[in-house]
C-alpha cells in the first residue's frame, strides 16, 4: 500500500456549499475517513517528523480534531487529551475563553490532564480563525506543558487564523 500524498487526501475532501449556512463552504472530512488508505496517510502526515517517544500527549481539540488526534496518539504511544466545549468533561477543569464573530465561546481541559514539561502536539482538522486553537494553546501552557508543534488537517489561509499563533510552529497540510 503506497503513502498517499497531500494532493491525494484532499481529493478526498467535500465542498458542501451553503452549510451549515448560506455562504459557508464546509469541507467534509468523511470521505477522508471513509478510506483506510488515505485516513492514514493523513495521520502520517500530520504527525510529521514525531516518531514514538518524542510526544508526551496529543491533544484534540473537539469535535472533529478527536479522530486525528486518538490516531496519532495510538501511532505515537502517546497519551490523548481531549479539549472540551465548556461543561462536557467530568471533573475539574480550568477554562478559556476566545472570541468568535459574535460573543465568546469556552473550551475547557481536565486539571490533570498534562504534566508541566510534558512535550504536546496540537492536533485539529481545520485552521480557520484560530480563535479555537489560540485558546488550546493556552490551556496547554497554563498547564505548563510544552508545545512541540500545531498541526492541522486543513487551514483556510483568507481566514488568517495562523496570525493567532505567533510563537508556535503551525502546520498544515492541506491551504485553501
Given at each position: 500500500m503506497t503513502t498517499p500524498t497531500a494532493a491525494e487526501i484532499e481529493g478526498a475532501i467535500?465542498?458542501?456549499?451553503?452549510?451549515?449556512?448560506?455562504?459557508?463552504?464546509?469541507?467534509d472530512i468523511t470521505p477522508l475517513l471513509a478510506d483506510a488508505r488515505l485516513f492514514a496517510g493523513a495521520v502520517d502526515l500530520l504527525t510529521g517528523k514525531f516518531q514514538p517517544g518524542a510526544v508526551d500527549a496529543v491533544v484534540g481539540i473537539d469535535a472533529r480534531g478527536f479522530i486525528f488526534a486518538a490516531a496519532a496518539a495510538v501511532k505515537l504511544r502517546a497519551s490523548l487529551v481531549p479539549i472540551r466545549k465548556k461543561g462536557k468533561l467530568p471533573y475539574r477543569t480550568i477554562e478559556q475563553d476566545y472570541?468568535?464573530?459574535?460573543?465568546?465561546?469556552?473550551?475547557a481541559m481536565h486539571v490533570d490532564a498534562l504534566k508541566p514539561g510534558a512535550r504536546v502536539l496540537l492536533l485539529d482538522d481545520?485552521?480557520?480563525?484560530?480563535?479555537?486553537?489560540?485558546?488550546?494553546?493556552?490551556?496547554?501552557?497554563?498547564?505548563?506543558?510544552?508545545i512541540l508543534e500545531i498541526a492541522f488537517?486543513?487551514?483556510?489561509?483568507?481566514?488568517?487564523?495562523?496570525?493567532?499563533?505567533?510563537?508556535?510552529?503551525?502546520?498544515?497540510?492541506?491551504a485553501y
Open positions: 467535500r465542498n458542501v456549499p451553503d452549510f451549515p449556512k448560506p455562504g459557508i463552504q464546509f469541507k472570541a468568535l464573530e459574535y460573543g465568546t465561546a469556552t473550551i481545520l485552521l480557520a480563525t484560530g480563535g479555537t486553537a489560540a485558546a488550546a494553546a493556552a490551556l496547554i501552557r497554563k498547564l505548563g506543558a510544552q488537517l486543513i487551514e483556510l489561509k483568507f481566514l488568517k487564523g495562523r496570525e493567532k499563533l505567533n510563537g508556535y510552529p503551525v502546520r498544515s497540510i492541506i
